[in-house]
């Protein structure tokens, strides 16, 4: 069964250094996002991107974050300059776009900034 | 802008005990509403979704969901726990097909032997 992958499982990194969080969605989707969470805290809505532009973004998703589709399978996270704040469990999601809006969840990756 | 209320950050119920986990939402227009299951150290799976027709709706492992207009609500129910069905439960609304999703706080299922 398809699934959506993302690499690393767990990041560490310093405070002010950039990060890049990798996702392979599902094949023949065509919507991407990226949510977060917070520990203990609920999963939130970050930046949602279609047809190789931003769609929709929260006011989380500041200049120090950016996203990018490099080639026909990746679908990138950047964080720019880390801050403590930053640390969270990041959420890639993709889904099909047409009749059924069932985004299909990564596993999530860790990043712990120190 | 539409907004997911869970009730309960914490629930337990007894093994083979009827599960109840409560969610409300707010939304100008009529949403779409999800449950998603979260395992230990896992990622996000999906349960059950209402778009649109009948309003009772039936998901993975024997859960289903009702989704009650006039009380803005979308409880989860499954009529006997199981040991496994201990997880992190997470009600979402969106607002369009392939809209961000908003997600409740989440609610901890604890099941008791």
């Known amino acids: 069964e398809p699934e959506v992958t993302q690499t690393p499982s767990h990041q560490v990194t310093q405070m002010g250094q950039e990060v890049i969080l990798r996702c392979v969605p599902i094949?023949?989707?065509?919507?991407f996002y990226w949510y977060r969470q917070i520990l203990g805290q609920k999963v939130e809505f970050l930046v949602s991107?279609?047809?190789?532009?931003?769609?929709?973004k929260s006011e989380i998703f500041d200049d120090q974050f950016s996203v990018e589709r490099p080639d026909g399978s990746n679908f990138t996270l950047k964080i720019r300059s880390t801050k403590l704040e930053d640390s969270a469990m990041y959420f890639c999601?993709?889904?099909?776009?047409?009749?059924?809006?069932?985004?299909?969840f990564g596993p999530g990756t860790r990043l712990t900034v120190l | 802008a539409q907004s997911v209320t869970q009730l309960g950050s914490h629930v337990s119920v007894s093994e083979g005990a009827l599960v109840l986990l409560r969610c409300n939402y707010s939304?100008?227009?009529?949403?779409?509403l999800f449950w998603y299951v979260q395992y230990p150290n896992q990622g996000l799976q999906l349960l059950l979704k209402?778009?649109?027709?009948?309003?009772l709706v039936k998901g993975i492992n024997g859960f289903e969901a009702e989704f009650k207009k006039s009380e803005t609500s979308f409880h989860l129910t499954k009529p006997s726990a199981h040991m496994s069905d201990a997880a992190e439960y997470f009600c979402?609304?969106?607002?369009?097909?392939?809209?961000?999703?908003?997600f409740g706080k989440g609610t901890r299922l604890h099941i008791l032997p």
């Open positions: 979402a609304v969106s607002l369009n097909r392939d809209d961000k999703i908003i």
């Open positions: 991107f279609y047809n190789n532009e931003i769609s929709e």
């Open positions: 209402y778009t649109t027709g009948a309003t």
């Open positions: 094949s023949n989707h065509l919507y």
């Open positions: 939304s100008s227009v009529p949403p779409y």
């Open positions: 999601a993709s889904s099909v776009g047409s009749h059924n809006n069932e985004q299909f």
